[in-house]
């Protein structure tokens, strides 16, 4: 369902449960830059109704995420900590194509949302099926059918501002790209993405 082209290397989840505290702080992170993304767009585009309509429950589902993983954090006497720099969402940002007009901006965007979403999806499932910790799996259960369901939105969305045949093309091409840059980052200790 979510087309990556190169799927997690399953040895991310045996490290991601060595350091969970760690992945939770990151998760914390991705979840609240995932509620001011949304925000942006909003912000960006006003005129589009059907954009400003769709995206705002989903700027506070995403907080609300957000703080359920702060609950997690707590429960465990952690802080918040500082946000760290995320290599994966910089390398993706910069395929957004530039000088190509209004549409495929908006389309660029929507599409790299999508991936992020289909991205923390396919991971958040890793961690249901292979953690130990019972409460954690039923948290990213819930977590990823969340996931799954902004993934499809925001493909739905760039579908609806612009051609179906542009945008699948489009999406094609990012995920080949998002292929090689995961390859490229490898997995690496303490992150979601």
Same mark, same amino acid.
């Given at each position: 369902?979510?087309?990556?082209?190169? #799927?997690?290397? #399953?040895?991310?989840?045996?490290?991601?449960?060595?350091?969970?505290?760690?992945?939770?702080?990151?998760?914390? !992170?991705?979840?609240?830059?995932?509620?001011?993304?949304?925000?942006?767009?909003?912000? *960006? !585009? #006003?005129?589009?109704?059907? *954009?400003?309509?769709?995206?705002? #429950?989903?700027?506070?589902?995403?907080?609300?995420?957000?703080?359920?993983?702060?609950?997690?954090?707590?429960?465990?006497?952690?802080?918040?900590?500082?946000?760290?720099?995320?290599? @994966?969402?910089?390398?993706?940002? /910069?395929?957004?194509?530039?000088?190509?007009?209004?549409? &495929?901006?908006?389309?660029?965007?929507?599409?790299?949302?999508?991936?992020?979403?289909?991205?923390?999806?396919?991971?958040? /499932? *890793?961690?249901?099926? &292979?953690?130990?910790?019972? &409460?954690?799996? /039923?948290? @990213?259960? $819930?977590?990823?059918?969340?996931?799954?369901?902004?993934?499809?939105?925001?493909?739905? *969305?760039?579908?609806?501002?612009?051609?179906?045949?542009?945008?699948?093309?489009?999406?094609?091409?990012?995920? /080949?790209?998002?292929? $090689?840059?995961?390859? &490229?980052?490898?997995?690496?200790?303490?992150?979601?993405?």
């Amino acid at each position: 369902m979510l087309h990556l082209k190169l #799927p997690t290397d #399953p040895r991310w989840v045996n490290v991601a449960e060595k350091d969970i505290e760690e992945i939770l702080v990151d998760h914390a !992170y991705c979840e609240q830059k995932a509620a001011s993304s949304c925000i942006s767009l909003i912000v *960006l !585009y #006003p005129d589009k109704e059907k *954009l400003v309509e769709t995206l705002t #429950p989903i700027v506070a589902e995403e907080w609300s995420h957000f703080e359920r993983v702060l609950d997690e954090l707590k429960k465990r006497g952690l802080g918040l900590g500082r946000m760290r720099k995320d290599e @994966y969402v910089n390398k993706l940002l /910069k395929l957004q194509r530039k000088g190509q007009g209004h549409e &495929n901006q908006l389309t660029d965007k929507l599409l790299i949302c999508a991936l992020i979403e289909a991205r923390s999806c396919e991971r958040f /499932k *890793l961690l249901w099926q &292979n953690l130990d910790d019972e &409460n954690l799996q /039923k948290f @990213y259960y $819930e977590l990823m059918v969340s996931e799954a369901g902004h993934y499809t939105t925001f493909i739905e *969305l760039a579908r609806h501002y612009q051609d179906r045949e542009i945008v699948d093309q489009r999406w094609q091409e990012i995920l /080949k790209e998002e292929a $090689e840059i995961i390859n &490229n980052l490898g997995y690496r200790e303490g992150r979601m993405h």
